[in-house]
Nanobody, 119 residues
């Protein structure tokens, strides 16, 4: 099992920035990638970004390319999501995930952290 704990959510005005963190513990060696997903009220959970275990490969949803950056510190077993130029439509609960699939890893989930962007 892998445990994931997110932090760093909050409220920000449009155009602002936030950095989310996700600390992993447990059998992290059983995963090949970690990533972030979001779920807005009344909508299905959607992919945001993913990063391979080595950090050499990153993937982004079209909606966040050029604004969000995913990175990881393997010494701390932590993945980050730097979110810049935030828009009101980015408002959602953001979930950290880990799994064997490099694209959209989804075997393990964190509890989620709220991001609210006001106009």
């Amino acid at each position: 099992q892998v445990q994931l704990v997110e932090s760093g959510g909050g409220s920000v005005q449009a155009g602002g920035s936030l950095r989310l963190s996700c600390a992993a513990s447990g059998r992290t060696d059983s995963t090949n990638a970690m990533g972030w997903f979001l779920q807005a009220p009344g909508k299905e959970r959607g992919f945001v970004a993913a990063i391979s275990t080595s950090g050499g490969n990153t993937y982004y949803a079209d909606s966040v390319k050029g604004r969000f950056t995913i990175s990881r510190d393997n010494a701390k077993n932590t993945v980050y999501l730097q979110m810049n130029s935030l828009k009101p439509e980015d408002t959602a609960v953001y979930y950290c995930a880990a799994g064997r699939r490099v694209l959209q890893p989804s075997d393990y989930w964190g509890q989620g952290t709220q991001v609210t962007v006001s106009s």
